[in-house]
């Protein structure tokens, strides 16, 4: 079984701060992973993802996550936010050929 | 990369009329489809799993009989939400399985939001 736990419900940041939003997983398989954002009244857009390799990850508009197999954590990071950031962020496990997992989402608000 | 419509975007519709919701791979051939829900401010739930050809696969609680799903080609499937009601107002996503060779990435569509009044 698998499941995903997004630690934090609502996190929010000055403009121009650094931003964590934490995720954690549990699989009894092998999963790749995934962090999305939805801006309101949209659909997904994926930041970046997971597959295998270099546990650190590098995604769109500057975000980046760790993958730690240890930890079963995949945090994504961004050391500088904007105001566009604000928006929903969904962290997600897919057990290949199988279906998308997702956390219950990270509301990110960037204060100016 | 790969593009996954889907067709509406947003529908408006009476209580008791049926919708019908497309999901198409543009460039590439899906024998997978899986169909999401997404209820306002939470995640996304999946509710089945379309397989070209044959049945689809539906998650516990999903009632078969009030959203069906069609997987007739693979390119297209197809989320019929019959006799709609009020609470099926939602947000709902379709992903996309492409597989080349042992390699597989699953597209997510861009949502088609209904609401029922």
Redesign the interface.
């Known amino acids: 079984a698998q499941s995903v736990t997004q630690l934090d419900s609502q996190v929010p940041v000055f403009e121009e701060a650094p931003v964590e939003l934490r995720c954690n997983y549990s699989s009894s398989v092998s999963v790749y992973l995934f962090w ?1 954002v939805q801006y309101p ?4 857009q ?1 930041l970046l993802k997971y597959l295998s390799g270099s546990t650190l990850v590098k995604g769109i508009n500057g975000f980046e996550a760790e993958f730690n197999k240890s930890q079963t954590s995949f945090h994504l990071r961004k050391p500088s936010v904007h105001i566009s950031d604000t928006a929903e962020y ?1 962290c997600a496990v ?1 057990p ?2 199988n ?2 997992y ?4 990270t ?1 990110l608000t960037v204060i100016p | 990369g790969a593009v996954v419509s889907q067709h509406p975007s947003r529908v408006i519709c009476k209580s008791g009329t049926s919708v019908k919701i497309e999901c198409r791979s543009l460039d590439f051939q899906a024998t997978t489809m899986f169909w999401y829900r997404q209820f306002p401010k939470k995640s996304l739930m999946l509710m089945a799993t379309s397989n070209e050809g044959s049945k689809a696969t539906y998650e516990q609680g999903v009632e078969k009989d009030k959203f069906l799903i069609n997987h007739a080609s693979l390119t297209l499937s197809t989320l019929t939400v019959t006799s709609a009601h009020p609470e099926d107002s939602s947000f709902y996503i379709c992903s996309a399985r492409e597989r080349m060779g042992p390699q597989e990435t699953q597209y997510f569509g861009p949502g088609t939001r209904l609401l029922v009044l």
């Open positions: 999305y009244n949209q659909g997904l994926l969904f897919n290949p050929g279906q998308f997702f956390g219950t989402g509301s």
